[in-house]
């Protein structure tokens, strides 16, 4: 896209702009003149106030911006005071961002006469998977008429060019060009990646590195130059508003500060390069134009006057407000869920018995009738299959390829977007094909989605189903046969499902749609038909449509015998999954010895049924697919060992596969490897010795 300049722009913007550069001047250098009290690590925006602001005036309040660490002048820019920034700078209660929670210029914000915020971490390039996530899912609130606007929304990505070299970056441009969303990606080049230079990272600038996507225009501007900049980005916000389509602006920039206060500029740069940078400082180069343009340089000396004096004032002011207090550093880990106890009909009367993969088949399609914010998308889940598994057959005929349509293999994105469409208001259901290649798609779940409610102080709970097929059986090999709940089990801030039967599985996923927090569903392959022997129970009679069953229940789906517990002859197997299966098979050999709890989701955890059992029976085993060293097993094993010590008659047990780092394709091998009823039975028979 060319950038031809024809449009002047009114003195009235060029001295907004030059006060807010001498405030965020002001500020840098209040806080390094403080440095004792700003004592958390942070950035400014000096050398990139030009382009930054030259951005945040042309935006709506419908328009939604996510800001990088470096983009304070952003904020400024669409209305946030000093004071409120250094609320953050200095972690205090009233942050508005994040209540103290996260670093400055981290901003998160639902703030109706401002664009809005969707949150994101400090790990550079991640926000553009989210951030695509909200021009997807504002093109689709489009598409179907869900909201009314009163100007076409613009989303704006903020980055740094060395984050470019990211893969997960062109996941989002990949993204964005495909499916022709309404983005602009802002690249801000200062040439720098903390110590690295741009020689040492990359071949080429933002500019030429997205000249291969097809669909997504582009264009250079002067980042320093704020009349260029203002010029340019007003072109580019027009483009998208009218045009609905994906931009990337490259901005060429400056660091005047240092990379961070912690990173300081006499670490890593010469006084050649430092001399280079300076020459090029925003404001200077607008205080020079405007003197061109005939405005008295009293009132330039003036507006720097009146800066550096509301800085001081606001950082007085900052640094005397309260600190957050203790007790609440346990908010916003989840937004709280409507669902609470188990509703609805779990078995209606004449209901025919259903697989486990008809039942999330069917609960979707009834979700998906009710609420049209409701969608998925996935690798393969579209119309041609519906799921290698089979287990979106019919959706994608009977809700178009708008509402269910399959995705690239980029399991980052798949997941990532989900923050941004929950932002919007939606509720995305999508599909990682296989549990043993969610790896890629880590990164997105642990440091922008689970984190989100909790360091955006309960803004931005992402709400989203994330489905994992998972499990070993039947020779599926060492990339189709995995288990993975023990690396999300220590996710803090998503919730964990792992049905063993249809009934469980379609109340689950219910519940998971009403409730506000990130959920994965994790689905055994070898349940979804009851193909495998012995796993006949996984049909159940289907629920009714209201049928809901609470996270966080566990069932006791075997009894012992209350005889023999008196007598303290029994024992409890804890378990889930395909593990329920293996159970129920070795308790047929203990006549009434043995008691099974199905846990049904594994965070929350039922532990308070957990532990009243284990207290019953005085032994207990753990009972997991999984390989046994540092697993979710063991660490259960820890807790009930540590709340039930003075009840337990042995040491509580676990069991599960061999420590072998992958599923071996040869079904010998694979036997040798998984816990089964027989290997269970042995274990129940050696520790009901005690």
């Not at 495909?178 to 690249?187: E, G, K, S, T, Y």
């Not at 061109?292 to 509301?310: S, Y």
């Not at 023999?564 to 009434?592: D, I, P, Q, S």
Request: with cysteine; net charge negative; aromatic share 8%.
């Amino acid at each position: 896209m060319e950038n031809a300049l024809h449009e002047k722009v009114s003195q009235d913007i060029l001295l907004k702009a030059y006060n807010h550069m001498m405030l965020a001047k002001a500020m840098a250098d209040i806080y390094e003149e403080n440095r004792n009290v700003c004592k958390y690590v942070h950035s400014t925006s000096r050398g990139h106030e030009a382009i930054q602001l030259a951005t945040a005036y042309q935006l709506k309040k419908e328009d939604w911006v996510s800001p990088y660490y470096r983009d304070e002048s952003i904020l400024l820019g669409i209305g946030f005071e000093p004071y409120q920034l250094m609320l953050q700078l200095l972690a205090k209660a009233d942050d508005p961002f994040s209540g103290g929670r996260s670093y400055y210029s981290h901003p998160s914000s639902r703030d109706e006469n401002k664009p809005k915020i969707v949150h994101q971490s400090s790990a550079t390039g991640m926000q553009t998977i989210p951030t695509t996530g909200v021009a997807q899912g504002i093109k689709y609130i489009q598409d179907f008429n869900l909201q009314e606007f009163e100007n076409n929304p613009v989303v704006i990505c903020s980055l740094g060019d060395n984050s470019v070299t990211e893969g997960e970056v062109s996941e989002a441009l990949q993204f964005a060009a495909l499916h022709q969303l309404p983005i602009i990606f802002l690249v801000q080049d200062n040439e720098w990646g903390i110590s690295v230079t741009k020689d040492e990272a990359r071949t080429c600038d933002a500019y030429d590195f997205v000249a291969g996507f097809t669909g997504l225009s582009r264009m250079r501007v002067d980042g320093t130059d704020f009349v260029e900049s203002f010029e340019a980005m007003k072109k580019a916000v027009d483009f998208v508003r009218t045009e609905r389509k994906p931009l990337v602006v490259c901005a060429k920039t400056v660091l005047i500060g240092h990379h961070t206060s912690g990173v300081r500029r006499e670490f890593y740069r010469d006084e050649e390069d430092l001399t280079k940078h300076r020459a090029k400082d925003p404001g200077e180069i607008l205080r020079k134009h405007l003197l061109e343009t005939g405005v008295d340089e009293d009132l330039l000396k003036q507006i720097t006057k009146k800066a550096r004096l509301e800085a001081e004032e606001a950082f007085e002011k900052a640094k005397n407000a309260e600190d957050p207090k203790p007790e609440t550093v346990m908010q916003h880990v989840f937004a709280p869920t409507p669902i609470t106890e188990e509703a609805g009909t779990r078995e209606p009367a004449n209901g025919e018995k259903i697989v486990m993969v008809d039942a999330a088949i069917h609960a979707i399609q009834e979700l998906m009738w009710k609420h049209p914010e409701a969608l998925l998308y996935g690798q393969d889940v579209g119309e041609r299959i519906g799921g290698v598994f089979r287990e979106t057959v019919t959706l994608g005929k009977k809700f178009g390829s708008k509402r269910v349509f399959n995705t690239a293999i980029q399991e980052a994105y798949i997941i990532g977007s989900t923050a941004g469409m929950s932002a919007v208001g939606l509720k995305p259901i999508v599909e990682v094909q296989f549990a043993d290649y969610i790896y890629p798609g880590i990164n997105q779940l642990i440091t922008e989605i689970s984190k989100s409610s909790y360091l955006s102080g309960g803004k931005f709970p992402v709400s989203n189903i994330i489905r994992v097929p998972i499990g070993a059986y039947g020779g599926g090999g060492p990339y189709h046969s995995g288990s993975v709940e023990s690396i999300l089990a220590n996710i803090k801030g998503i919730k964990i499902a792992y049905p063993s039967n249809a009934a469980d599985f379609k109340g689950l996923l219910k519940a998971a749609y009403y409730d506000p927090n990130p959920v994965v569903m994790l689905e055994h392959k070898g349940l979804y038909w009851s193909k495998v022997p012995g796993t006949e129970d996984a049909k159940t009679i289907e629920p009714a449509e209201d049928y809901v069953l609470p996270f966080g229940k566990g069932k006791v789906i075997i009894e012992a015998d209350k005889n023999e517990t008196e007598k303290g002859r029994t024992l409890l197997v804890v378990t889930y999954g395909m593990g329920v299966y293996w159970a129920k098979e070795a308790a047929k050999n203990f006549n009434g010895r043995v008691e099974v709890i199905d846990l049904r989701t594994l965070i929350p955890l039922d532990e308070e049924l957990v532990f009243d059992r284990v207290k019953a029976h005085g032994k207990c085993i753990v009972l997991t697919e999984e390989q046994l060293n540092n697993s979710f097993a063991e660490a259960f094993a820890h807790r009930i060992s540590k709340n039930c010590f003075k009840y337990l008659d042995a040491p509580v047990e676990t069991m599960g596969s061999l420590d072998v780092p992958a599923v071996p394709i040869n079904l010998i091998l694979e036997k040798e490897m998984l816990p089964n009823a027989e290997k269970l039975s042995n274990k129940i028979e050696e520790m009901l010795k005690y």
